[in-house]
C-alpha cells in the first residue's frame, strides 16, 4: 500500500471530517426544508399561504436531500460496520424516517394536483410529518448513540442487536431529539422569514424566535445532562494505522466522560459556543428583522450543535452499551486504505462542482415567493 | 443457527421494493432523454409546440420522478437494514459506486430537476435547455453507478478477502469500473429505460391520435418516439446478447439455468424455444433449435457449453476447498501470525464462499458430512423453470419491439402516422409490456444469481440481518400497504394530466421575446426535426 500517497490514519481523520461536513450539509440544506415542513400547517393557514412556502422550498428541495441520500453513501463506503450496525440496530426508527421520506417528494408533487381541499389537507399534514418526524426521530438516533446501543459482535463481525424500537425512546434521547427539532424549526423559520412577506413571514418569526429560545434552553439542558451521564472512555492503546477490529480495544464507563475532549483539547469548547451563538443571534435577528443574520446565524448554530455532538463522542461513532469494547471507532470502523483514498479523490473532484452548480441553482431561483409567482409558473406546487 | 424465515422475508422484501423502484427508473431514464430531445428542437426552430411537449411529458415525467425518488431512498437504506451481514463483508468495495452515484449523478439530477420545473421565466432558451440535458444525463450517470455496483455483485472482481478484517476488500478500483459484466448491464439497462419511454409517448400519443385531440403535438411526439424506440430496441437486443455473452464467461450455472440445460451438450448445443422444465434435473417436453444455444452463449461452433448436473459436480469439489479455505482462516483469526495458515489461505480463499453455503446446514462446516457437501452443491442451482420462462418473455418482446418500432419507424417517413386506427389502439394496449420485459430482465439478474448474493462469494442467507420476524413483519406490510396506495394515486394523477392534456403556457424565456409563431404546422415530413431523425 505504499502507493497511497496519504496514510491510514489521516485518511480516517479526513473521512470523520468530511461525514461531519455532509451531516452538517443536510442538516442546514435540507434541514430549511424540513424546518419548512414541520411549520407548514401553522405558518401557512390559507391553501395559497401553504403554496407559497411550497414555492419557496420546492425548487431546490431535491437536491438539498441528497445531502442525506450522500451522507447515506458515504457511511456505507468509508465506515461500513457503522452502516451495518446503525441501519441493522435502529430497524424500525429507519423504517419510521423512511415512513417521512417518501412522503416528502410525493406529497410536493401530488398536493397540488388536484383541487379538493380535503385531499390538500391531507397532503399538508403528509408533509408536516415529512418535516417533523426525521427533524425529530434523526435527533433521538443521536441521543441514543450517546447514551450507547444495545448491541455486540461475534468473532466474524456478525451484528448482534438487542435492543428493541421502545428502547430508543429514552429521555435524554428525547431531549436530544427536541434539541435536533428546535434548532430545524428555528432554521425553517429563517428561511421563511426571508423569503416571505406578510402574515406567514409575520407567524413564522414568532414560531422561530420561540423555538430558538427552547433550543437554548434544551441544549444547556443536554449539556448538564451529559455531565452527570456516563460516558465510554477507550483504555487500552489504539493504533490508528491497524486494519480494523472493533473488539481488540477495551472501553470503560465513565461519569461525565463525553465531556474528556474538552478538557485534553480546550479548544473543542467552540463548538457548543457556536451553537449558543448561532442560536441567541438567529433569535436576535429574527427579532429585528435582520434577515439574512437570521439565516446564516441558525445554519451556523447547526453547524455548533452537530459539531458538539460529534466532538464529545470522539473517535467513537456508535458506542455499545452491552458490549463497550464493540463499539465502534473511526479507526475500528473504516474501509480499507485504498478505500477510503478512492472516495477522497471522488469527493475532491466532485464535491466543489456540486457546490458550484447548487450555488448557481439557488442564484436563479432567489428572491420572495409572493402569490403571483404561483399564477405565473403553471408547474408551480 | 441463521433464521430462515427472516432471510426469505428479507428478500421477499427487497425484491418487492427493489423491483417496485424500478417501476419508475426506466421511464425517468428514457423520458429525460425524449424531452431534453423535443427541447432541443424547440431551441432550434423556436416552435412552441415543441416547448408544449417539453412541458407536457414534463408534467408526466414529474410524478414518475418523484415516486423514484421516493422509492429509491428505501434502497439505499435497506442494504444496512436487512443486509448488515452484507454491509459489513463487501461494503468496501460495494459503497464506492453508491456513494460516487451520490457524488456524480443523483447531486445532478436532482438539482437540476427543480430548474427544469421553475426555471423556465428566470432562464434564457438555451440555459433551461442545458438544464434538462444536464438532468438526463444526472439519470443516466447514476444507473452508471447502480450497475458497476450490481455488475460487481454478478463478478466480484478486483477484490480479495482479507483475513483481517473479515471482509472483502478493494485491490483494483479500476477492474470494479470497468467489470464487463457491469459495462454490458449498464448499456442494455439504459437501453431498456429508453425504450420503455418511447413506448410510454408513443401510447398516450396514439391515444391523442386515436381521439383526435391534440393532434400536432402528438404527431410529433410520436415520431420521435418511433425513431428513439427503433434505435432502443435494437440496442437493448444487441446488448442484452452481449450480456448474455459476458454471463457465459463470468455466470455459467446463471446461462444453464436459463436454457435449462441439465446435460452437458456437445456444440454446438440446440437452443430450446419452448419447453417444460421440472426440478428433477430433467427437461420435459420441449422444442428446440439445434446449433442456436452454441451460437448465442459462446459464439462459437466448438466451444462446449457445460450442463447444470456438471456445475453441480464441479460446485462439490469447491465447497470441499472452500473447507480448506475456512479452517485456514480460522487459524488466522485464532493466531494472526501463522504464516502457514495464511499461505493455505492465500490459495484456497476463492472457494471461501462456497465453503460457507454449508453454514445452512451446521455451524461447524468443517465437521460437513458428505450428505450435506451434496446438498451445499445442489443448493448452487437456482430454480430453473421461472428462469427460463421470464428469460423467454424479456427476449421474445425485445424482438417484438424491434418489429413494432420499425414498423412505426417506417409508417412515420412515410408521413403515416394518424392513419390507421387499429395500430394505434395496438400501441396503447402495449403500453405495460416494457415494464413486463424489464422485470423480467431484473428477475434473471437477481434470482438467476441464487444461492449467491455475491456470486462465488457470499451466500444471501448468511448475508442478512438479524432481525426478528415480527420486525419484517411490520416493515413488510408497511411497504405493502404504503406503495400499493401510491402507485393507485400516481396512475390517477397521471390519468388525470393525460385527459387534461397539454397546456397551453404563458410564460416565456428570459429575455426573448415571445416568439408566438407557427402552431399550425404543415405535414409533418417536412419538419426539420423529422428530415434530421430520418436521415
Redesign the interface.
Known amino acids: 500500500m505504499s502507493t497511497i500517497p496519504l496514510d491510514y490514519e489521516t485518511l480516517r481523520l479526513i473521512w470523520w471530517l468530511l461525514l461531519g461536513v455532509l451531516l452538517i450539509g443536510f442538516a442546514i440544506m435540507g434541514g430549511r426544508d424540513l424546518g419548512v415542513g414541520a411549520l407548514l400547517p401553522f405558518a401557512a393557514r390559507t391553501d395559497e399561504e401553504r403554496r407559497i412556502l411550497l ?1 419557496v422550498i ?6 438539498n ?2 445531502w ?3 451522507g ?3 457511511i ?3 465506515f ?2 457503522l ?6 440496530g435502529f ?2 426508527a ?2 419510521v424516517i ?2 417521512a ?6 406529497g ?3 398536493r397540488g ?2 383541487e379538493d381541499p380535503r385531499w390538500r389537507s391531507a397532503w399538508d399534514w403528509a408533509l408536516f410529518i415529512g418535516g417533523f418526524v426525521p427533524a425529530l426521530i434523526m435527533g433521538v438516533a443521536v441521543g441514543n448513540v450517546l447514551l450507547g446501543a444495545p448491541f455486540h459482535l461475534d ?7 438487542t435492543g428493541n424500537f421502545f428502547q430508543l425512546l429514552m429521555p435524554f434521547a428525547l431531549l436530544a431529539g427536541l434539541v435536533s427539532l428546535g434548532m430545524i424549526v428555528t432554521h425553517g423559520a429563517t428561511l421563511i422569514v426571508g423569503r416571505t412577506e406578510g402574515a406567514i413571514a409575520e407567524r413564522a418569526r414568532t414560531y422561530g424566535i420561540w423555538a430558538g429560545l427552547g433550543t437554548i434552553a434544551l441544549f444547556a439542558l443536554g449539556g448538564a445532562w451529559v455531565a452527570f451521564m456516563n460516558g465510554y472512555v477507550i483504555t487500552s492503546v489504539i493504533d490508528p494505522n491497524a ?3 472493533p473488539l481488540s480495544k477495551s472501553v470503560e464507563l465513565v461519569q461525565g466522560g463525553w465531556l474528556n475532549n474538552y478538557r485534553l483539547y480546550p479548544w473543542m469548547i467552540a463548538a457548543p459556543v457556536l451553537g449558543f451563538a448561532g442560536l441567541a443571534l438567529a433569535v436576535f435577528g429574527l427579532s429585528s428583522g435582520r434577515k439574512w443574520l437570521a439565516y446564516l446565524s441558525s445554519s451556523t448554530a447547526i453547524f455548533g450543535i452537530i459539531s458538539t455532538a460529534g466532538l464529545s463522542i470522539f473517535p467513537f461513532f456508535l458506542p455499545s452499551s452491552t458490549m463497550p469494547n464493540a463499539g465502534l471507532t473511526l479507526w475500528d470502523a473504516s ?2 486504505h ?2 477510503l483514498f ?2 477522497l479523490i ?2 475532491l473532484i ?2 466543489p462542482i ?1 457546490v458550484l ?2 450555488g448557481w ?1 439557488f442564484r ?2 432567489r428572491g420572495t415567493v409572493t402569490g403571483d409567482n404561483l399564477t ?5 406546487y | 443457527m441463521i433464521d430462515m424465515l427472516v432471510v426469505d422475508l428479507s428478500r421477499w422484501q427487497f425484491a418487492a421494493t427493489a423491483m417496485y423502484h424500478f417501476i419508475f427508473v426506466p421511464l425517468t431514464l428514457g423520458l429525460s432523454f425524449m424531452m431534453a430531445i423535443m427541447e432541443s428542437v424547440y431551441v432550434m426552430t423556436g416552435r412552441q409546440i415543441w416547448r408544449k411537449a417539453t ?1 407536457f411529458w ?2 408526466l415525467f ?2 414518475n ?3 423514484g ?3 429509491g ?2 434502497m ?2 435497506q ?4 443486509w ?2 452484507y ?3 463487501v ?6 459506486p ?7 449523478a ?3 439530477e ?6 427544469f ?7 434564457s432558451k438555451v440555459g433551461h435547455l442545458v438544464v434538462t440535458w444536464l438532468t438526463a444525463l444526472g439519470a443516466n450517470f447514476s444507473a452508471l453507478w447502480i450497475l458497476v455496483a450490481n455488475g460487481w455483485m454478478q463478478n466480484p472482481v478486483g477484490a480479495k478477502f ?1 483475513p ?4 472483502m ?3 483494483d ?1 479500476m477492474a470494479v469500473i470497468f467489470n464487463p459484466v457491469a459495462q454490458a448491464k449498464f448499456v442494455h439497462t439504459v437501453s431498456a429505460g429508453y425504450l420503455t419511454g418511447a413506448v410510454f409517448v408513443l401510447a398516450i400519443s396514439a391515444l391523442f391520435l386515436v381521439k383526435g385531440k391534440h393532434v400536432e403535438l402528438a404527431k410529433r411526439s410520436a415520431v420521435v418516439a418511433a425513431s428513439f424506440g427503433l434505435a432502443a430496441a435494437l440496442s437493448v437486443v444487441v446488448l442484452g446478447d452481449e450480456s448474455g455473452y459476458v454471463a457465459t464467461e463470468h455466470q455459467i450455472m446463471k446461462i444453464a439455468a436459463l436454457e435449462a440445460m441439465y446435460e452437458t451438450e456437445p456444440a454446438p448445443a440446440p437452443w430450446t424455444l419452448i419447453g417444460f422444465p421440472g426440478e428433477n434435473g430433467q427437461m420435459g417436453f420441449h422444442i428446440s433449435v439445434p446449433w442456436v444455444g452454441g451460437l448465442i452463449t459462446t459464439r462459437s461452433f466448438t466451444e462446449e457449453l457445460p450442463g447444470i448436473n456438471e456445475l453441480v459436480e464441479r460446485a462439490q469439489d469447491r465447497i470441499r476447498s472452500g473447507i480448506v479455505a475456512y479452517n485456514a482462516l480460522q487459524d488466522i ?1 485464532a493466531d494472526g501470525s501463522n504464516q502457514e495458515a495464511r499461505a493455505v489461505f492465500d490459495e484456497y480463499w476463492p472457494d471461501l464462499g462456497y465453503g460457507l453455503l454449508l453454514k445452512k446446514y451446521r455451524v461447524d462446516i468443517e465437521n460437513a458430512t458428505d450428505e450435506e457437501i451434496v446438498m451445499a452443491a445442489a443448493d448452487t442451482v437456482p430454480s430453473v423453470w421461472p428462469l427460463f420462462w421470464t428469460f423467454r418473455i424479456m427476449m421474445g418482446l425485445g424482438f417484438f419491439y424491434i418489429a413494432f418500432f420499425a414498423l412505426w419507424f417506417y409508417r412515420a417517413s412515410r408521413g403515416w402516422i394518424d392513419t390507421n386506427k387499429p395500430l394505434l389502439w395496438f400501441s396503447l394496449f402495449t403500453l405495460p409490456l416494457p415494464w413486463v420485459a424489464i422485470e423480467s430482465g431484473w428477475f434473471i439478474a437477481e434470482f438467476g444469481r441464487q444461492p449467491w448474493v455475491v456470486e462465488g462469494v457470499l451466500p444471501t442467507f448468511y448475508a442478512a ?3 426478528t420476524v415480527l ?1 419484517l413483519v ?2 413488510l406490510t ?1 411497504f405493502v400497504l ?1 406503495y400499493s396506495v ?1 402507485i393507485v ?2 396512475v390517477i ?1 397521471m390519468v ?2 393525460i385527459k387534461a392534456g397539454p ?1 397551453d ?3 416565456t424565456s428570459k429575455g426573448q421575446p415571445d416568439d408566438d409563431d407557427d402552431f399550425v404546422i404543415a405535414a409533418l415530413p417536412a419538419t426539420p426535426a423529422t428530415k434530421e431523425r430520418g436521415s
Open positions: 414555492n420546492g425548487p431546490t428541495w431535491e437536491g436531500q441528497v442525506l441520500v450522500l447515506g453513501g458515504a456505507f463506503a468509508a461500513p460496520p452502516y451495518a450496525v446503525s441501519f441493522s430497524y424500525l429507519m423504517m423512511l415512513l421520506l417518501i412522503l416528502r417528494p410525493v410536493f408533487k401530488f394536483k388536484v468473532d466474524t463481525m456478525r451484528i448482534f442487536y486494519p480494523i477490529n474501509s480499507s485504498l478505500t478512492i472516495m471522488a469527493t466532485f464535491l456540486i452548480y447548487t441553482v436563479v431561483m405565473k409558473n403553471p408547474n408551480a | 412541458l414534463g408534467t414529474g410524478i420522478f418523484a415516486m425518488v421516493a422509492t431512498i428505501v439505499e437504506f442494504f444496512g437494514m436487512n448488515s451481514y454491509s459489513h463483508y461494503g468496501d468495495i460495494f459503497g464506492a453508491l456513494a460516487i452515484e451520490g457524488l456524480m443523483f447531486f445532478l436532482a438539482t437540476f430537476i427543480g430548474l420545473f421553475f426555471g423556465w421565466d428566470r432562464l482479507n483481517d478484517t473479515m471482509r476488500e478493494i485491490t478500483f483469526r440481518s438479524g432481525l420486525d411490520l416493515s408497511f404504503l401510491l394515486i400516481m394523477l388525470r394530466v397546456k403556457q404563458i410564460f
